[in-house]
């Protein structure tokens, strides 16, 4: 059984910073990817951010890349966004992901936490 908590969501005002943490644990093989994902408002779920096993990084947009830092325990299997100038399209419930290895897709899904971004 894998679990992904995620913790750190909560209301904040545009130009403001957030810092998501998700730890995984349980049976957890060949490890690679983990990631951050939003779905705002009535849209569909987009890729935020992702760390490999190696400390590659990607991010979703340009955008993301400038405001976001992903960062990665590989000890501990946790990631954290660190999140600054937050604005309005910020606002999403935000996932943590986590793949079975490389070139796998995200297998396992946290619950999600809340962002919310006022002007």
């Known amino acids: 059984q894998v679990q992904l908590v995620e913790s750190g969501g909560g209301s904040v005002q545009a130009g403001g910073s957030l810092r998501l943490s998700c730890a995984a644990s349980?049976?957890?093989?060949?490890?690679?990817?983990m990631a951050w994902f939003r779905r705002p408002p009535g849209k569909e779920r987009e890729f935020v951010a992702s760390v490999a096993k190696n400390d590659a990084k990607t991010y979703g947009t340009t955008s993301m890349k400038a405001r976001f830092t992903i960062s990665r325990d590989n000890d501990k299997n946790t990631i954290s966004l660190q999140m600054n100038s937050l604005t309005p399209e910020d606002t999403a419930a935000y996932y943590c992901a986590i793949d079975r290895g490389p070139n796998t897709a995200y297998y396992y899904w946290g619950q999600g936490t809340q962002v919310t971004v006022s002007s």
């Open positions: 349980g049976r957890i093989f060949n490890l690679d990817h």
